[in-house]
């Protein structure tokens, strides 16, 4: 079962940018190769909601919202996703978590909390 952990979440005013990581553990980097990788946030009293995946052949997709702002890489390699997230809004505040899919294998992180100041 794949282990994932988050960082690189803080506070940060709006406009500016953060670099969060998912760092997998577990698996091998030619299993973690296969997996679709994605992040998801949920604020407070909101539903948990994608922001964006990255699939083992590199396509990406974005929720409308952060289109143009984020940007969901992979190192395969490190075994690591990443979501580089630039102009920052306050309702970009929320928890953020990693997430793992492979047919019916399927994994989170416990989150990392960004926090986007007015």
């Known amino acids: 079962q794949v282990q994932l952990v988050e960082s690189g979440g803080a506070l940060v005013q709006t406009g500016g940018s953060l670099r969060l990581s998912c760092a997998a553990s577990?698996?091998?980097?030619?299993?973690?190769?296969?997996?679709?990788m994605g992040w998801y946030r949920q604020a407070p009293g909101k539903q948990r909601e994608l922001v964006a995946t990255i699939t083992t052949g590199g396509t990406t997709n974005y929720a409308d919202s952060v289109k143009g702002r984020f940007t969901i890489s992979r190192d395969n390699a490190k075994k690591t996703v990443y979501l580089q997230m630039n102009s920052l809004k306050p309702e970009d505040t929320a928890d953020y978590y990693c997430n793992a899919n492979l047919a019916s294998r399927n994994g989170w992180g416990q989150g990392t909390q960004v926090t986007v100041s007015s």
């Open positions: 577990g698996i091998i980097s030619s299993i973690y190769s296969m997996y679709t």
